[in-house]
């Protein structure tokens, strides 16, 4: 049993990987901006703040054995506030979610159209990643495909500087891989990975 603080707790990936969280018994701190808008299990607690607010992150921070981020926007100033916090708070595992393709690491033509649909976004992703990556934490980087709303736990994985496979992925399957890793010391430390659906390979995802 660990505790573990979640950060972007109402995102729809928290909103799937929180109930796992809770099913194996671990302690979490959820930390969002809108505590209105997290669905706590029982014995959760619950925290409204902004993680660029460095003094509520750093008492989010205490007591903590692990950090699980899904964060949007600015977040390259975040990670770099996170994990100035966690060396200050001696938190060390950390298990940040950012986005496909920040190493240009597609299949063309899915390369290319990735490209044109979020490339503006993946400069800030990339930038938070080389700063985790350059600083002492134990992380474990989550890349996922293009995310769907399917009820199934389907995935595979690549490491950073294998070409990614698929062009999409259930947010239940990258709730459940967070859960593995985070239940498991040690699992993919100081790794960058790619989560995709097996099959999924094309120009775009199908639905799309």
Known sequence: MSNILVLGASGQIARLAIPMLAERGE??????????????????????????DRAVLAQALQGQDAVYANLGGNVDEQAAILVEAMGAAGVSRLVFVLSLGIYHELPQPFEAWN?????????????????????DLDYTLVRPAWLTDADEIDYELTQRGEQFAGTEVSRASVAA????????????????????????????????
């Open 177 to 208: 891989f967070i859960t593995e890793v985070l239940a498991e010391p040690g699992a993919h430390s100081r790794a960058s990975v790619g989560i995709d659906k097996p099959g999924t390979d094309g120009p775009k995802p199908a639905w799309y």
């Open 27 to 52: 302690r979490l701190t959820l930390f969002a901006r809108s505590a209105s808008r997290v669905s706590a299990p029982v014995g959760a607690t619950v925290i409204e703040g902004d993680v660029l």
């Open 115 to 135: 490209e044109q649909m979020i490339g503006s976004a993946l400069p800030a992703y990339r930038r938070a990643a080389d700063t985790i990556e350059a600083s």
